[in-house]
């Protein structure tokens, strides 16, 4: 059974920096396209990034080169490095895979930016 574990939200000053960490168990990083999402209050849920099997990255626009997606094939693991943090990066973070058509997702991590 395939099981994300998010960690590493937290409050932050605007500007500042969080790293989030996505365990993965029950299937391989490296073998699958891993995500982050989020989701605001009253929004809907957002990719914010992938890394595909082949080691693309895409990012959405409102992030694209303040975060960086990566994974540790060694621990299983990927990451999401959040740089020049704003008010509007506020949300709750999920990590997501999809295997053999079924979406699997963590429960999230909080990520609040105060102004």
């Known amino acids: 059974q395939v099981q994300l574990v998010e960690s590493g939200g937290g409050l932050v000053q605007a500007g500042g920096s969080l790293r989030l960490s996505c365990v993965v168990s029950?299937?391989?990083?490296?073998?699958?396209?891993m995500g982050w999402y989020r989701q605001a209050p009253g929004k809907q849920r957002e990719l914010v990034a992938n890394v595909f099997s082949g080691g693309k990255k895409i990012y959405a626009d409102s992030v694209n080169g303040r975060f960086t997606i990566s994974r540790d094939n060694a621990k299983n693991t990927v990451y999401l490095q959040m740089n020049s943090l704003k008010p509007e990066d506020t949300a709750v973070y999920y990590c997501q895979t999809n295997r053999y058509g079924y979406d699997y997702w963590g429960r999230g991590t909080q990520v609040t930016v105060s102004s």
């Open positions: 029950g299937t391989i990083v490296n073998t699958n396209t």
